[in-house]
């Protein structure tokens, strides 16, 4: 047999070609019936979820809208919130989360990330907070550097993902240079937008405002503490993020 393979290389790989083309056609009756539709249905499927980053600015309520988000479709795990800004400094993901809606549904890899902001805010103002909320010198280095990290991470991950939520806090004045600049690269990198102004349940809330100044993207106004408006929220995820 070797000595066939070795003498007659040619129309030996023919043979072997055409044997593992049929191979899979002799698999298929011994397979059970479930598995043999996953296997086809996975054959046809290019792309399974759709990648969906939560953005934003430092303590808008990110985290807070990925819990309830697992809250309401996954039903156990949590990710930890603080009113202490850059709580989050790691790419924090779960993968295929069911979002249900009016009969539709969408099954997306759900990202939480690290809060974005420039260069010259981190080391002033939340530098600063890091000091006020009772962290040593070397803590808030520590937390400095890591936020750094993080938004380096969080952005690199915009060519990977195909829509986005940016969640602002309503009561912070929305005309400002990170949601510029945020907005900016992820209409650079082709990455669908929603825009929850979130934190309505405050007083000093202005969704209008926010409202307003996003005026090209869909904007819906929620709660995350209250809950208030996360059906609505759902229902412009699915039908608004159909890939890129
Ligand atoms: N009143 C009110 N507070 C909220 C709401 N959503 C979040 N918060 C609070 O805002 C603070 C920040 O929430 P997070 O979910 O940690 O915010 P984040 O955007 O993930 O923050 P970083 O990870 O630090 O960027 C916490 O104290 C939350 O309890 C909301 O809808 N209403
Ligand atoms: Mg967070």
Redesign the pocket.
Known sequence: MLLNILTRPQQNLKHILIQSFYLPCFLIPTMPYRRLLRWITGLFRLKKSIKIGIY?P???????LANRIIADFVGSGEWK???I????RRVQSMREVVLRSGGKTLTIDLFDM??ITTRDELHSDYFDEFILSGMNEDEAKKRLDEATEGIKEAVSHMRRIDGAVV?LDSTKNPYNRVNALLLGVLRANNVKVIVAA??I??SEADAGKVRRALHKYPVVEI???DGTNMEKLYESIIEHMHGK
Request: hydrophobic fraction near 10%; include cysteine; charged fraction near 15%.
């Open positions: 934003g430092p303590n808008s309520g990110k985290t807070s919130v603080s009113p800004p850059h709580e989050t690290p809060g969640v979130n934190k349940d405050l709660s995350c503490t």
